[in-house]
C-alpha cells in the first residue's frame, strides 16, 4: 500500500485532519479497514459503518437486501474501501498530538486483503442509483457493472494486514492555552486530553487518584475518580459546540440534580431532556455534590447522548 499524507503545523492538543490517500500497488485486490495513529497522537478514520436500517440475506436468491427505513442499526458494516489493484481511495484524517514539540508518528493501516477469484463469493455490491430507493439490493461482485462505492464483505478467513508509516509532524505550543499553565492549576498529574466542546479545555489525569481535571483558562473543575471518563470527552467533540446534547436521567440523584436548576437544562421532567452548550460546564461543576456519574451511550437507534446516573 502507498500512502500520500498531507500534514500541517499542529497546535498542541487541538484537533485538525489531514488528507491521506491510500494507493493499491499489489496484484490483489484490498478492503480497507482502518488508519490509526499511535500515541502521543491520537485520531482514526474507518472504512466501514453500521448503518440505520436492516440487512437480511436471501440464501435461495443468494441476495443481501437493505431496507433502508426499517427501525434499527445493521449488524453487518457497509464497506467503502475496497480496491482493485491500481486504484486508491482518499479521506480526512482526525489527527490531535498531545506532545509538547514536533516527533515522529507512527500511522497504523489495516486492510484485508482478497484474491480476485474470491470477489464474487465474498463481495456484494448495488448500482449506485439503488441508494435512493427504500430497498437496496445487493448482489455478487460482477466485473464491469454500474456499482456504488459501499460493498457487503464476507471476512471470515480473509488475511488481516497491518502497516507501519512513520511521519514527521510540527507541533507549537497553544499561545491562548497553556499546558504548563494546566498542569499547575490542577497540581500536576498527566496531560491526558484536550476538549473542544469546553471552550479547548485541558484534561489533566491526577497521579494521586485517578480523578480528571478540566481546567480552561484560570477555571478548574475536579471530577470525581469514575464519574466520567477520557472515552466520554472524546465523545463530546464529535458533537457539534453550539448544539444542545440529549440528556437521560438514570438515577434519583440525578433527576434531583435535572430539577436544581443547577445546569442548563431543556424538557425538565421529561423522559429525555436536552443540555444547553452552557450547561456541560455547569454539569461538571455539579459532580462532586450530586454523587452521579457521566456515561455516553445510545438512547435510540438513531440517536446518541449523554446519560446521568
Known sequence: MKLSLETEPLRRGWPSVFELRVQNEGDAPLLLEEARWDPPCAGAHAWSKRPLGLIHYDAGADRYHYRQAASGRCVQ??????????????????????????????????????????????????????????????????????????????????????????????????????????????????????????????????????????????????????????????????TLPFEPIPVLLRSRPAEALARSGQVALEGVGQAQQLLRPEGLWQLLAALPAAGVRLTWSRHADIQDGLVIR
Open 77 to 238: 458494516p457497509l464497506w467503502i474501501g475496497l480496491l482493485e489493484p491500481g486504484a486508491s481511495a482518499g479521506c480526512l484524517l482526525p489527527t490531535r498530538s498531545l506532545a509538547a514539540s514536533g516527533h515522529a508518528a507512527t500511522l497504523r493501516l489495516s486492510a484485508y486483503s482478497l484474491k480476485e477469484a474470491e470477489l464474487a463469493e465474498r463481495v456484494y455490491s448495488a448500482p449506485a442509483r439503488a441508494f435512493n430507493t427504500p430497498r437496496v439490493t445487493f448482489a455478487p461482485w460482477k466485473v464491469g457493472i454500474d456499482r456504488g462505492p459501499e460493498v457487503l464483505v464476507r471476512l471470515h478467513g480473509l488475511e488481516r494486514v497491518v502497516e507501519e508509516h512513520s511521519y514527521e509532524l510540527e507541533v507549537h505550543e497553544d499561545p491562548d492555552a497553556s499546558a504548563a499553565a494546566a498542569l499547575e492549576l490542577a497540581g500536576g498529574g498527566e496531560l491526558v486530553g484536550r476538549c473542544r466542546r469546553l471552550g479547548g479545555a485541558w484534561v489533566v489525569r491526577s497521579a494521586e487518584d485517578e480523578a480528571l481535571h478540566v481546567v480552561r483558562g484560570e477555571e478548574h473543575l475536579r471530577c470525581p475518580p469514575g464519574s466520567l471518563g477520557l472515552d466520554l470527552i472524546e465523545r463530546l467533540d464529535d
